[in-house]
């Protein structure tokens, strides 16, 4: 899928696109064509009731103290460009759930 913006005072294209998942309350994973074959994964679609959230991806580790870290594998200037990006994704997808609407498959058990 893509969809023209102007962030950061630039035209991109942003090119995403959304795997169905269903499991809890994850809708959908993004891989987010950052430049020709590159390549970012996990964008999460969250659905908790009729509110649909964007999550970026996270890396985890365990410091010698015990404690767990956690790092944001994309990082932002400010945070107005992370709103705005998270609204981007969030407008693709919708776009996207507009065009592919989810099948649900039921088997008879008699």
Same mark, same amino acid.
């Given at each position: 899928?893509?969809?023209w913006?102007k962030?950061? @005072?630039?035209?991109?294209?942003?090119?995403?696109?959304?795997?169905?998942?269903?499991?809890? %309350? &994850?809708?959908?994973?993004?891989?987010?064509? &950052?430049?020709?074959?590159? /390549?970012? @994964?996990?964008?999460t679609?969250l659905?908790?009731?009729?509110?649909?959230? %964007?999550?970026?991806?996270? #890396?985890?580790?365990?410091g010698?103290d015990?404690?767990?870290? /956690?790092l944001?594998?994309?990082n932002?200037?400010?945070? @107005?460009?992370? %709103?705005?990006f #998270?609204?981007? &994704? #969030?407008?693709? /997808?919708l776009?996207?759930?507009?065009?592919n #609407?989810?099948v649900?498959? /039921?088997?008879d058990?008699d």
């Amino acid at each position: 899928m893509k969809t023209w913006r102007k962030l950061f @005072n630039k035209d991109i294209e942003m090119k995403i696109r959304f795997k169905d998942v269903s499991s809890g %309350i &994850v809708e959908a994973r993004g891989i987010w064509e &950052v430049q020709d074959g590159v /390549y970012i @994964n996990e964008i999460t679609v969250l659905k908790k009731g009729h509110d649909v959230s %964007i999550e970026l991806p996270q #890396k985890n580790f365990k410091g010698k103290d015990g404690r767990f870290h /956690y790092l944001n594998i994309i990082n932002f200037e400010d945070e @107005n460009k992370e %709103i705005i990006f #998270k609204l981007e &994704v #969030k407008d693709a /997808y919708l776009e996207w759930r507009r065009k592919n #609407k989810k099948v649900l498959v /039921y088997s008879d058990n008699d």
